[in-house]
């Protein structure tokens, strides 16, 4: 699991000026929630190149997913006890029709996310309570409310797919979570939820270097500077 939510700050972009030598980066930052299962479309500005002035270095993208509440009930309905594993929480993708998310294995640039609480469980064969009741008492029975669970992935953008990205123009990143509990089939078990509430961000980071000739305008006005302050 990764930290998450703390990738996440409430602003949607910022400049962070660098020296000229190190180069500058922009960093966008979109959020989302809701109930899943949930799509929801992410607007970005593309980079703007300022007329081939500017060269764009690399873009990363980080992905972020926490939910949280929720309830997960397991009733074993079997005439035998029943023992195994349980997950319950949300994963989360992203996809645009718009760029390309890919790196430089032109691969996923992030990879699903799995939000989950995971844990084993071990029931008693059915005590008498009938099918279609989920019954959350033991000793046939649990129930498991939901925590906080959190998960981050991150990538570059492969170079190759860069002029997706710059322009003057806006892309769109689609987020995509959905709900999941799974209990491994185990026979006999029925099973009901309540859903996790989900909250995210995808963040967009361009970092870039202005051309050569740039770079020269700009000593020359430092050195201009310098001479008037003399």
């Known amino acids: 699991?990764?930290?998450?939510?703390?990738?996440?700050v409430p602003m949607l972009m910022v400049l962070l000026v660098g020296s000229?030598?190190?180069g500058d980066t922009i960093i966008q930052i979109e959020e989302?929630?809701?109930?899943p299962n949930l799509t929801e479309t992410l607007t970005f500005n593309q980079f703007d190149d300022a007329g081939g002035t500017l060269t764009l270095q690399s873009i990363q993208v980080i992905f972020s997913l926490e939910v949280q509440g929720g309830q997960l009930v397991l009733d074993n309905d079997g005439e035998l006890a029943a023992s195994g594993s349980?997950?319950?929480g949300a994963k989360g993708d992203i996809s645009s029709t718009d760029v390309s998310l890919v790196n430089a294995s032109f691969l996923p640039v992030t990879s699903e996310l799995g939000a989950v609480h995971g844990d084993s469980f071990s029931l008693a064969a059915n005590i008498g309570d009938g099918a279609g009741d989920y019954d959350p008492n033991g000793p046939d029975g649990m129930e498991y409310n939901g925590s906080t669970e959190n998960d981050s992935d991150s990538g570059y953008i492969s170079p190759l797919v860069f002029a997706d990205?710059?322009?003057?123009?806006?892309?769109?990143?689609?987020?995509?979570?959905?709900?999941?509990q799974d209990f491994g089939g185990v026979s006999g078990i029925e099973w009901a939820v309540n859903p996790v509430s989900a909250s995210g961000c995808v963040k967009v980071i361009y970092n870039y270097?202005?051309?050569?000739a740039t770079l020269s305008v700009l000593a020359l006005g430092g050195l201009a500077l310098i001479r008037r302050r003399k």
């Open 209 to 212: 270097i202005p051309e050569p």
């Open 165 to 180: 990205y710059i322009g003057t123009g806006t892309y769109d990143i689609d987020a995509d979570v959905t709900q999941w």
């Open 32 to 35: 989302f929630s809701g109930i």
């Open 1 to 8: 699991m990764g930290k998450g939510l703390g990738l996440c």
């Open 86 to 88: 349980y997950e319950f």
């Open 20 to 22: 000229v030598a190190m």
